[in-house]
């Protein structure tokens, strides 16, 4: 017998590495199919203040099967786990990721497929339960106010030391983000961070030559 031989034989009884029944197999996949219902159900609880995209959830729980498979299928042959990453090499995936907190599910629901593919049931459980405490703890910890943005029309070119000084007494923090002021009107941008906004409209309303005024709230970034 070659060499050639002797090589070709130990490499064909390598190739099962692992051959999975099909109680097995369906055990994996049922295991897996609780913990992406339990990641559904926590991405719908934690972006209930946010824009909720079903589908996005739903994809969430469908990427935790579809990588219990492949874990299973990359488990039971040399040749197929080969096949496999040439396969998925060649994917791409373009789709932004609007908020980094979808990421963090994303990443998740993969760890999970993974983990359970192999049969690491406790390792998933572990993992969802600290994930989880994780987001719910951190989600709940104070934030800073959010600034506003506060824009103001008048018809007099002088207005600005007038608008400012209103805004003065109702906060200290407050940064003026844009002025257009022609001859005959002025348009003032503010950002100010104020517990009253609607006191401090009225005064501003008060204030004779004003045309416009409005307030803006927002949940975007903090500026600490």
């Not at 099967?65 to 040749?79: D, E, F, G, P, W």
């Not at 359970?116 to 405490?133: E, H, M, R, W």
């Not at 007494?169 to 100010?192: A, C, F, G, H, M």
Request: charge should be neutral.
């Amino acid at each position: 017998m070659s060499f050639d031989d002797i090589f070709k034989k130990s490499f064909i009884n390598t190739v099962n590495m692992a051959d999975l029944s099909v109680l097995q197999t369906v055990t994996i996949f049922g295991v897996t199919l609780l913990f992406a219902l339990y990641i559904f159900f926590i991405y719908r609880i934690i972006t209930r203040k946010n824009f909720y995209n079903k589908n996005y959830n739903i994809s969430l729980s469908a990427i935790a099967l579809i990588t219990a498979a492949i874990i299973i299928a990359i488990q039971s042959s040399i040749v197929v786990s080969l096949g496999m990453v040439g396969a998925l090499s060649i994917v791409r995936f373009r789709n932004a990721v609007k908020d980094p907190l979808d990421l963090v599910f994303m990443f998740w629901a993969l760890a999970v497929g993974i983990i359970c593919g192999v049969g690491l049931f406790d390792i998933a459980a572990i993992l969802s339960i600290v994930v989880t405490g994780t987001i719910f703890l951190l989600d709940r910890l104070p934030v800073p106010q959010s600034p506003m943005v506060l824009m103001t029309q008048g018809i007099y070119c002088d207005m600005e030391d007038s608008i400012v000084g209103i805004v003065s007494q109702y906060t200290r923090t407050y940064k003026v983000k844009s002025r257009n002021i022609t001859p005959d009107r002025t348009s003032i941008v503010i950002e100010l961070r104020v517990k009253d906004g609607r006191e401090l409209i009225q005064k501003l309303s008060d204030l004779e030559g004003i045309e416009y005024i409005s307030i803006i709230d927002h949940d975007g970034e903090v500026t600490f």
